[in-house]
Each structure stands twice: as C-alpha cells, then as structure tokens.
C-alpha cells in the first residue's frame, strides 16, 4: 500500500469484505458510540491497536502519537491534543479502562535516548519526548542492559504516572469507576505484554 | 469488549488468526518501519482507519486525536503531539501522501458548534476544537442545511491548510514529493468520500 | 406492479385509501393549482419526488426527464418542453423555488459517462445527454475518483446555470422572487443531498 | 408546502416514516431499475401518477411535461426529451405498459384552446402545445360541448399516435412485447378513467 490508488483499493475491499459482514453494526454505530475502553498508543505503523486486540467498531477509543505520550495536567487554555481526548473519554463516555500501549523499536524512545542530535526532528519530537526526560535518566542510571527496551516500558510507567494528574482521572479512579493499565507490543514476535498493577512489572500474555 | 479480560481475549484470536498468517511479515517489521501513508484520524472508535482501508501492518502511520485536527505551526519549543508526528512522518519516514480523515457524528465537531457550553469538556476539549472556529464560522454563515456535516468537511479543509503553514510540508509538496488527501467516513453507511483536490468537493468512493 | 391490472389495482388502493382522506383537498385542487416549488427530477423510477418530499397532491410542479436536464434557452419557435414547463412555471404559475434533483446510479450519466457508444440509445439519449458534454469533460479532468457520482452533481450545476440563461428566470431571481436549488437523492441509502448555494457543496440532510 | 424549509420537513418525514419501511427496498433498487412500466404524463402538480396508482419506488419511469405530449419521430441529432425517455425506456428498461395520462383543467390544453393569445407563455408553451394543433381542430369541428375536456382526451390520442411513429416503439407493439394505453384523471373527484384500446372511450374505473 504505496499509492492512493492501493489505500482505495484497500476500502474496496473493506466494502466488499469486512463491512459486508458488519453493515448492521455500523448502520447501529451510526447513532453513537459507547467504547468502554480508551487506548492511548503510538502512530508507528506496525502497531495497530485494532488489529492487536481484534476489535471491532465501536469498541476502541483510539489516540495515536508518537511514542504514545501523556503529557501532565496542565489547564492553560491552550491547545492539547491528548489532554482533550481524555477529557472526552472520561467526562462524556465515561470509559471504564484506559490502557497505554508502548511497543518495540519505538522511534520516539530512540529519539530521547539519543538525546537531541537529529536536527531533522529538532523543531518538534525533541521537545514532545522531553517528556520522557525523567524516565530515560532513571534508565540510563540503572545501568540497563538495553535501554531501548526498558525506555519503552519506563515510558508507560511516565503517561500512566500523568494520567493520574488529571483531577478528573483521578476522582474517576478513586471512585473505583475507572482503571488504568499498561502494555507493550513486541513487534517481531507480535507478542503482547501486559502490566502487573501491583507487581508493575510486564508479564507476555500467554495464548 | 467491555472488559480487559476481554481485550486480552481479543489479543488471543489475533494470536491465534490473523497473526498466525501474517508472522513472516511481523518478524520483518520488527527491523524497522517504511510506511508511505500517514493518515490522521479521529480517536472516534467508529471511524478506525486501518479497517477502513484495510491495511496491513506497516502500511499506515497513523494519528488519531479529537476531531482529526492539525494545529498551524507553531515552533515554540513546547509540547506538539501532532506537529511532532508530522516532523517524524515526513522528515524521517518521508512519507509520500498524508490523509486527513474526518467521519460522520464527529463529537468534537458537535462541541465546535456547542460553542463551548458543556462544562464537562470545558478545560481541554473547548480550547482544542478552537481550531475549528474559522470554519465553524464559515459554515455557520453559509447557511448549511447540516452545520454538523458542513464542519466536519471543513475542519479537513482547515486541517489540510494548517499542514501547509509547517515550512517541511510546504517544501515537500513543492517539491513534488509529498501529497496532502481529505478523506470523510460515513459510518452509518460505511461509505467513504474522497476529496478530489482540484475541485474540493468530496465523492463517494465507488465500489 | 407489472401489468395493467396491478396498475389499476394500486389506483384503488389510493381511491380507498389515501385519496379517502384527501378527498377534500382534491375537491378544491380541482378549481386550480398554486404550487409554489417546481421540482426538474429524472424519469428514473427510483427517485419519486413527492414520496421523498412527502408532498401532498397541489404542493410540487414537477417535470421529469432523463438526467434532470435543462437546456439553455433557446427560442427559434420549435418544441422545448422544458423550456415550456419552465416559462409556465414561472410566468403563469409564479413559483418562488425551482429545486433540480438529480439522484444516483443516473443512467442518463452513465450514457455521458460512456461516450455514445451503445448504440440502442444511439438516435435520443446521446444526443440529449451532450448537454453535459462540458460537465463531464470537466469531471474528467478533475481525476475524479467517482466520475459518475461527481458528473451527477456537476450535471446538477448546468442545469442550474441553464436555468439563468432563461431571460425571465434571470429576471424574477435578480428581483428576489425565485430562487434556484440543487438537491441529490442516494436511492441506496434513502439520503437527501442538499446544494448550499454559498459554497457549492452538496450537503446531507440531518435528520 | 411553500417554502424550503417546509420541503425539507417533508424529506424529514419520508425519512423518519415512509422510508422507515423501505428501507430494504430502496437498498436493493441502488443496485438498479427494472420497471415494467412507463408513465407519460403532466406536470400539474395535482395529477401526481405514483400517488394515483399507489405505486412504490422503483414501479414507475416517469415523464412529465406540460399537458403529458409525446412529440412524433423527428431523428434529427437535436434535442428531444421526451424521445430519449421513451428511448431509454423501451430499448434499455425493456417496459412492458407505456400509459399516458392526461388530468382535468390542464393549462397546456388551456393554452391550446386559447391560441396562443397570452404573451406570458409565448414563447415556448404556444410552439410546445401546437403539438396539439389537429385535436384541438377536430375537438372544435366536432361542435363538443365541453372543448376543455374533450382536448385533454383528444390530447392523449395525439400522443398515444406519436408513439407509434417511433420505429422501436411499432416494432415492440407489433411483437407483442409492448403495449400502449392511455387514462385520464379528475382531479375533482379523483377519478380515474381508463381509455378502452378497442373503442377508445375513457370509461371510470369502478372502485
């Protein structure tokens, strides 16, 4: 899928495969939506949330940004993607789970672990993946045997540690009507690992 | 998909599916990402992207936010999340087109012509879809007979102009090297329109 | 309804039913019509103008052709029955909207679309048709991904822009006494298109 | 029913009640027409054929023109409207019936009786209705109490002639593969008269 041509090629097989099967839940679809999950995760495009967890429609509330970042509260009028989108799934649809979602090879956790030194990224993603500043110290100070991987995981532990700066996520969550949880997508082996609330570590997924 | 036992579930039949017959190319993924579509979408869970094109792992990079909006370039050295994938998709993957996809029964847009009088998304969500005003205004003052359907087409006008004020865009489309699409879903329907570029009115994809 | 006697058949079906109820109505209709709405829709079966408007008997001036078309003016003195139906709508009947509703799935279109190449309606609708000739070269040099979609509506626009060249319609919208519309019908979905006469662009109908 | 808005409620309300339940069947007819019949008449719009014959979408390819006139044969590479209808019906939709119906207290025959003396409609009416210039003179000649009347069945025999002067339509009657009829409706009384091919008189069709 290069061209336009494909990505229309693409829908056409959608119409004439999938959507044939799903016209009556779309056509349902058509007056709302009421996803009970919220997942936040990267744009890479070899980590689809829809795919990894078989949804179908209606079922994913879906942000997708690089290194599937949450940034902290910060209530100054001003324009914020992520912080929108929470604001929506809490307070209007009401979710019941929000999950972060890192992966492998993640471009955005290269990019903070290297520190700045690409001026082909310098102008935005340096700034967006100091977000990641804190976790990536804590990394490198632990002496971590491969840094890539354990940014990605301490990554999450940041958006989830953000998430809860949010007053309203954190009332939802003290009222034990909403939960938040962590996952990591190892692409080469399409191996899902998911996170341990108490233990916070991140445990493969048997299947 | 109510709850994680059944996201986990759903991981379980992509284990056991889908990704048993897509693994060699999962395997290949894991060293790296070259996709040449970069689609940007709502997080709306009706209106998934790789569904609706049916893309394979790799093919798409997608971010989803709030009524599928790209802020104008604004190089302040402060949190982008959109601006920062854009920098990442086109000057890093060099992506040749970038899809702005818009859908049906968007809830930003409905908060756009709201005006801001729901409390409940009142910190984030108002502020965000301030990037809609413009339009908003233009539509309102069209005299449309579906303010609703008229903004969500014109927020992707606005969204495919903002990409146009960030100087790589610019340039790569100058250079012949990049091309900017609109999009709209109707979930309902399940029926995707396409904007033509030369004529700016979006036509319903033929099957 | 294929023969003669389920024609007949329906007729008293509508003595028995409807027409029992507006038997009052018919009884005053019968001493003249006032319709203040001329509708120029095509002949297809499939798009019934009063059932889509739910119009009553008296309400809607109606003249059906194939493809909706209207000629430009021309008086030489020979048989222009839409010109006629026009001149008696305007002139003597006074309408204050002329709405020109195409629909999808046109086999007038189709037939521009094709070029005159079936001969079977080789001697009139080919002709006829070549009223879009400069409609449709234009959506051909658009790249329209859907041309029969967009040829539907750009066909809309030379009706409209026939309409003015009509010196007494000209004349009764410059004074503010009538007004031109565009409207759509996709059979498939039921779904009314409306033309927003500040933008140009065909909008659906909320429901 | 006198402005757009009102002809928009109309819309809301086939959508919301008549559309409700054929909804199927307007699915099925977006794949495509085959009706059986072709109805040829007015544009009045108090002489509506799919209300007076009750019949559902997809039933009826209907032409309407001033005073429901078939002009003859002329295979001149020019213009015809009607021609193309009949061309597209009988050579493409392969119709079985084609009625044409007149009404009560039509204006075209009114313009016919009238001679041309209303400078309002001189234009195009008064050449379009001298398709009714032999009828009107044997209706006159005839010394017929009721002039008005008698032209509106005159009329219908003109055209029902006409259609015989197309060689499609003559071969497809001569094979037995398509019949011509004609009706006539009072609008008053909502009574429908049907022409009896064999003596060609209108008789009311009983209830």
Not at 82 to 101: G, R
Not at 124 to 140: G, I, K, M, N, Q
Not at 153 to 167: A, D, R, V, W
Request: aromatic share 8%; charged share 20%.
């Amino acid at each position: 899928m290069k061209t336009i041509e494909e990505l229309i090629e693409g829908y056409r097989r959608f119409r004439g495969g999938v959507y044939a099967e799903q016209a009556a839940l779309y056509r349902e679809l058509g007056e709302g939506q009421s996803p009970s999950i919220m997942l936040i995760a990267c744009a890479d495009s070899r980590a689809e949330p829809s795919d990894i967890f078989a949804a179908a429609p209606g079922q994913l509330f879906v942000v997708r940004n690089v290194a599937n970042l949450v940034p902290p509260y910060m209530p100054d009028g001003k324009l914020h993607g992520v912080s929108s989108a929470l604001e929506y799934a809490v307070n209007v649809l009401k979710v019941k789970h929000i999950v972060v979602m890192g992966h492998g090879g993640c471009g955005g956790v290269q990019a903070s672990l290297a520190g700045g030194d690409n001026p082909l990224i310098g102008e935005f993603v340096t700034p967006w993946v100091s977000l990641l500043d804190e976790a990536r110290d804590r990394v490198l100070e632990s002496g971590s045997i491969n840094p890539q991987f354990s940014l990605e995981l301490e990554g999450i532990e940041t958006s989830l540690k953000n998430l809860l700066s949010f007053p309203f996520v954190e009332k939802a969550v003290s009222a034990g009507e909403l939960e938040l949880h962590g996952a990591w997508f190892a692409i080469k082996h399409g191996e899902l690992h998911w996170r341990n609330a108490s233990t916070g570590r991140f445990e493969v997924v048997d299947r």
